[in-house]
């Protein structure tokens, strides 16, 4: 059974960090690129960052380039998200997701729970 | 790429057929996803490649459209599928979705 469980969310000052973890099972964590989606409660899906199979590829939204980074440890199949500079606007529910590319088309097949992050003075 | 899915909101009643339309700014072959999602649960692939059923996902589910315009019909609406959906492309970076459907119950 695919699993992708987030930890790490939580409570942040506006200016400070946080790392965000994605715990994959259930698969072959190596085979796939991964991607991080966010969501302000109430309102819609942001996509955030993806990193390819082999961390060679990565691509961010610009509303978080420079400031948040995505990594993969193969070995350990785990997915991460690096944040610093936080702002207020990135409150938000993080998902990661297993993407999945099926007939000739990438889809994110697989989320996680979700790990909320409140950044607030 | 912009989506622009309407309705934003829709009531309907069990037994009915709804579509929801997806229109991208731009051609994005056929590189779109539609989700689900509950409340306080994560989003829930349901069709991808434009047409193509995710696996468990029931048959009253269907997906149609090229270039830029896209639906998702759900036929003989049940209890359980009053959520809110999105579409996706995944033509290009950024990855963007729609703003939402939300399907009430009337």
Sequence with gaps: ?121 | IHLTQSPSSLSASVGDTITITCRASQGIRNYLAWYQQKPGKAPKLLIYAVSALQGGVPSRFSGSGSGTEFTLTINSLQPEDFATYYCQQLNSYPITFGQGTRLEIK
Excluded at chain 1, 12 to 19: A, E, I
Excluded at chain 1, 50 to 63: E, F, G, L, N
């Design chain 1, 1 to 121: 059974e695919v699993q992708l469980v987030e930890s790490g969310g939580g409570l942040v000052k506006p200016g400070g960090s946080l790392r965000l973890s994605c715990a994959a099972s259930g698969f072959s964590f190596s085979s796939h690129d991964m991607t991080w989606v966010r969501q302000v409660p109430g309102q819609g899906l942001e996509w955030v960052a993806s990193i390819d199979d082999s961390a060679y590829y990565i691509y961010y939204a610009d509303s978080v380039k420079g400031r948040f980074t995505i990594s993969r440890d193969n070995a350990k199949s785990s997915l991460s998200l690096e944040m610093s500079s936080l702002r207020a606007d990135d409150t938000a529910i993080y998902y990661c997701a297993r993407v999945s590319r099926q007939q000739g088309a990438d889809c994110f097949d697989f989320w996680g729970q979700g790990n909320l992050v409140t950044v607030s003075s």
